[in-house]
């Protein structure tokens, strides 16, 4: 049972178009370096307020995507739910009991990461799956298609042995099997091809159309991975409790991934990954509680890091980008709103409501209210508190 709250309840007080800028230099960090210059200030303030929020029981918000008109959200207790965005981000006077358009309890593992391609979803899970659905009919209902590695490919494996991997000592696997978590997926630009990641260390890479696992990167990091992102270019992102961010490109010769680069700055387990909208830019979030900002210096896969975004005071859990802004989410049960200026960066907004660690977010530009003077976002968070909520930011243009 979900109950969609009004941001003015009474038990959950919210600010109503809050202003809030940050200046002090506890929310804005560069590294010592002369050729970055530090911002104090910025002259437009922006403002924001908390639209809706959904509590959806006692299951956490593991994975939030938007994909058309809908918004898709995966929770611990395994079940996917599909929302209009429109009644989402539309404000409520009155508190009533709200049901999502479709629901589907998926499998026997929690769900860590959902991905939309067209009319499918698929789910990552906690039990070492990734399965396929299929949305059909105007009512959004969700049939299984496949669970992956599909029993078919998994059989073929299993009958050669050198298709057999060590995964601990005295035990074995096919080397498209996932042997613990799968943390996280990505979808190519052209949606025929899946990247999965998993604690079990390993990068695989699936066909949509088929759902056959075509290839593995074995100890692709020397811990678990926790995230991965994909650049148009096919240029393949995963970062790890193993401190690293590692950079993957495909073979022109035989069209598997080989590591391009390895990037150390962190001091502690990187948990998301985000590409700027021009894919100049990656951010990385760490449990160190730094946003660290790389930009390319070149086509070969080398990234400099530029500045570091500071201002939580725990492990950054999730990040999102949406136009020029950066969005973070904290164990420390806030989200930040980032802004770059050339390479500095200042916080333009702390979000605040959630009673729990923000495990993840998603964002858009708002069209409807944008105009040549003012840019209008839907910010979408997903907490441990069991709470989906659904913020407007306003951001002055001049």
């Not at 074995?218 to 995963?238: E, L, Q, R």
Request: net charge neutral; with cysteine; charged share 20%.
């Amino acid at each position: 049972m979900s109950y969609l709250q009004t941001s003015n309840s009474q038990d959950e007080p919210m600010l109503q178009y809050s202003y809030y800028l940050h200046q002090d230099s506890d929310f804005l960090y560069t590294q010592s370096i002369d050729s970055i210059p530090a911002i104090a200030s910025q002259p437009h303030h922006p403002y924001y307020h908390c639209i809706s929020t959904i509590k959806c029981n006692n299951a956490y918000i593991s994975s939030l995507v938007i994909h058309g008109n809908l918004l898709y959200t995966g929770s611990s207790n395994k079940e996917i739910r599909i929302w209009k965005r429109e009644s989402l981000t539309t404000s409520h006077k009155f508190d009533q009991e709200y049901q999502s358009d479709s629901i589907m309890i998926t499998g026997e593992g929690a769900i860590k990461s959902l991905i939309v391609s067209s009319d499918k979803i698929f789910s990552a899970h906690q039990d070492h799956k990734i399965r396929a659905w299929k949305v059909e009919g105007q009512d959004r209902k969700l049939t299984h298609l496949a669970t992956l590695p599909t029993f078919g490919d998994w059989a073929l494996k299993l009958l050669t042995p050198k298709n057999h991997v060590q995964v601990r000592r005295h035990k074995t696997s096919t080397w498209v099997n996932h042997v613990d978590t799968v943390s996280a997926l990505a979808l190519s630009r052209d949606g025929l091809v899946i990247y999965s990641v998993s604690w079990d260390r390993t990068l695989k890479i699936w066909r949509t159309t088929d759902f056959k696992c075509v290839e593995s990167v074995a100890n692709a990091h020397d811990d678990a991975i926790n995230t991965v992102a994909i650049s148009s270019n096919g240029d393949v992102y995963t970062g790890s409790t193993d401190k690293k961010i590692k950079i993957w490109r495909k073979s022109a010769e035989n069209q598997n991934h080989f590591l391009v680069n390895t990037l150390k700055k962190h001091k502690s387990g990187v948990n998301a990954l985000v590409l700027s909208s021009n894919e100049m830019v990656l951010y990385s979030g760490a449990s160190d509680r730094s946003i660290m900002v790389w930009e390319k210096s070149d086509d070969e896969g080398n990234m400099v890091i530029v500045t570091i975004l500071r201002g939580h005071s725990k492990s950054i859990l999730c990040l999102s980008v949406v136009s020029d802004l950066v969005c973070s989410g904290s164990e420390d049960e806030t989200i930040r709103i980032w802004r770059g200026m050339g390479k500095c960066y200042f916080c333009l907004a702390v979000l605040e409501g959630h009673k729990g660690p923000v495990k993840c977010l998603t964002s858009e530009v708002d069209d409807g209210s944008s105009s040549d003077t003012l840019a209008s976002y839907f910010i979408y968070s997903g907490g441990l508190d069991s709470d989906i909520k659904v913020w407007q930011i306003f951001i002055p243009l001049c």
